[in-house]
């Protein structure tokens, strides 16, 4: 059966590229490379590539807005389409979680890839009020 997940550069948490043992570029495959395509997504601010200005995430712009019923919403929707936007992605379900005492928000986003697959990305960001 063929990897419908792909594969590419592996990255670190902070972007950067591995190298292997040998200095050649280490790459990632399958379902990790799953993971780490939607980790780059959901990174990105919306329109920071030039090349795909419809890539990325627009949660980032509500950052400094009150978090909100109506905030909770947009936000929902924002990061439900962000990794909506990876063709491999067939759902995703969102759970937001603001957290008055620490001025952040906890985004758990249940993913189900095409191939019925299933995954968790969890990201928490700090929010202006």
């Known amino acids: 059966m063929a ?3 792909g594969t590419d550069i592996a990255q670190t948490t902070n ?3 591995q190298v292997t043992a040998t200095s050649d ?3 990632v495959s399958g ?3 799953l993971q780490q395509a939607l980790e780059r997504r959901w990174g990105t601010r919306m329109g920071a590539l030039f ?5 990325g995430n627009t949660v980032f712009d509500m950052l ?3 978090v909100n019923q109506n905030w909770i919403s ?3 929707v924002a990061a439900r389409t962000c990794l909506m936007g990876d063709s491999r992605i067939a759902d995703v379900q969102v759970t937001v979680t603001p957290n008055p005492a620490t001025r952040s928000v906890l985004f758990a986003m249940l993913w189900t890839a095409n ?12 929010v202006g009020v």
């Open 3 to 5: 990897d419908i997940f």
């Open 15 to 17: 972007q950067d590229w």
């Open 25 to 27: 570029v280490a790459t």
């Open 31 to 33: 379902l990790e490379n």
């Open 51 to 55: 090349y795909d200005p419809s890539y």
């Open 64 to 66: 400094s807005k009150p």
């Open 74 to 76: 947009q936000a929902t």
């Open 115 to 126: 191939d019925g697959t299933t995954g968790i990305l969890q990201k928490e960001v700090n």
